[in-house]
Nanobody, 127 residues
Framework: QVQLVESGGGAVQAGGSLRLSCAAS????????MGWFRQAPGREREGVAVISTGGGSTYYADSVKGRFTISRDNTPNTLYLQMNSLKPEDTAMYYCAAKTNPYSWSGWLSPSSFIYWGQGTQVTVSS
């Protein structure tokens, strides 16, 4: 059974940093692309950053380029998101996702492209 568990969220002031982690189990993480998505109240879930199976390729939303960095450690199966220079508009529930679905592929940063999801971790940035 695939399980993704996020941690590291919290409340910070604008300009601060947080590091999110996602522990994956139930499958071989190195065999799947993984990503971070976020959803703010009243808004659709959106892609933040995705990393390919081998970690050779990364994809970022324009809004976080230069501020966020996605990385992975396949031993153990953990995904990270380093978030720097946080802004109030980064406030959202952040979700970890894994394994792309070729039958619902809509691009690397599209939520519908991923099969497995964690429960989320809240990030709140105050001005």
């Amino acid at each position: 059974q695939v399980q993704l568990v996020e941690s590291g969220g919290g409340a910070v002031q604008a300009g601060g940093s947080l590091r999110l982690s996602c522990a994956a189990s139930g499958y071989t993480a190195s065999s799947a692309s993984m990503g971070w998505f976020r959803q703010a109240p009243g808004r659709e879930r959106e892609g933040v950053a995705v990393i390919s199976t081998g970690g050779g390729s990364t994809y970022y939303a324009d809004s976080v380029k230069g501020r966020f960095t996605i990385s992975r450690d396949n031993t153990p199966n953990t995904l990270y998101l380093q978030m720097n220079s946080l802004k109030p508009e980064d406030t959202a529930m952040y979700y970890c996702a894994a394994k792309t679905n070729p039958y619902s592929w809509s691009g690397w940063l599209s939520p519908s492209s991923f099969i497995y999801w964690g429960q989320g971790t809240q990030v709140t940035v105050s001005s």
